[in-house]
């Protein structure tokens, strides 16, 4: 019988990359890990001896734990966490049940090293409008949902990211940035590998529009123009990132579940 706390692989697929999602936590044993480094999206691991002070920090919240198998270590770490006041779940089948699924997952080699308090820090120019916040929300939600984010005047970026431990992006001659005709959104998904239908639909848009080749999307000029509203009404960029954020999250939902719906006027009268 199923647990009444266990969700399936498809289920925590379509949590991902939406604000819904919970925080996801990777409990599997050491010999487990180093046989396969990977990690679900989204995902920061934990040792099992570190549960207790990870109960604290998630009192209230909502989480999805994992081990290899989704057997005992993460249904004991999901106990011990509901009995600290989070909402914790587990993955039926854990670890090897999502990759046996074909999910997509992460190469923690790929990710920056994170601050002391455990968040991956970037650095980028100041002002953002398209591919400056799209790359934020790729993070936000597929990466490192903790992640921090400095914008910073366009000759300070390395400055900055040597002095502050940041990674930079989107700006020239550095690891995260555009590549051929392909922007830094490209680049991210590209080098995590999220092989994902919707945003493979998203990334197009965002290079039509990050590049001024609306040919490859119509939708393209309705970012651009949210795009450069958002950078309009906000003087703050961290404040325009945070709204900017929910804008990627619409986007995101259209190229995921939308893409085939139209709207026409006057609206369909069904026949009685």
């Known amino acids: 019988m199923a647990s009444p706390t266990e969700i ?3 289920q925590l ?3 991902i990359g939406t604000p819904a999602c919970p925080v996801i ?40 734990i994992y081990c290899q198998n989704g057997l005992e270590l993460s249904q004991g770490v999901a106990s011990v966490l509901r009995a ?3 909402l914790a779940e587990t993955l039926q089948g854990g670890h090897s049940a999502w990759c046996d699924a074909g999910m997509p997952v992460i190469n923690p080699a790929k990710l920056p090293e994170r601050n002391v308090e455990f968040q991956t820090v970037w650095v980028t120019r100041h002002r953002p409008k398209i591919d400056r916040i799209a790359c934020p929300w790729l993070i936000r939600r597929f990466i490192d ?14 400055k900055v990211a040597k002095s502050f431990q940041a990674t930079p992006f989107d700006v020239e001659d550095v690891f995260w940035s555009h590549r051929g005709e392909n ?21 197009t848009i965002v290079r039509a529009a990050d590049t001024n080749r609306h040919d490859l999307a119509p939708e393209a000029a309705g970012l651009l123009a949210a795009s450069l509203g958002l950078s309009r009404m906000y003087r ?17 939902r259209w190229a995921r579940d939308a893409t085939d719906e139209g709207h026409d006027w006057p609206a369909a009268i069904a026949k009685v």
Not at 32 to 57: E, V, Y
């Open 236 to 252: 703050d960029d961290l404040a325009q990132m945070e709204a900017g954020i929910a804008l990627y999250d619409l986007f995101y």
């Open 183 to 203: 922007c830094t959104f490209d680049t991210m998904i590209d080098e995590f590998e999220l092989r994902i239908e919707a945003l493979d639909r998203l990334a």
């Open 8 to 10: 399936k692989a498809f």
């Open 145 to 158: 949902p903790t992640a921090q984010f400095l914008f910073v005047a366009p000759n300070q970026v390395m």
């Open 13 to 15: 697929s379509r949590l």
């Open 84 to 86: 600290g006041g989070c």
């Open 25 to 64: 936590i990777d409990v599997r044993l050491d010999a487990d890990f180093n046989g396969d480094t990977r990690l679900i999206p989204g995902a920061r691991r934990h040792l099992f001896s570190d549960i207790p002070t990870l109960a604290k920090t998630l009192a209230g919240d909502k989480a999805l």
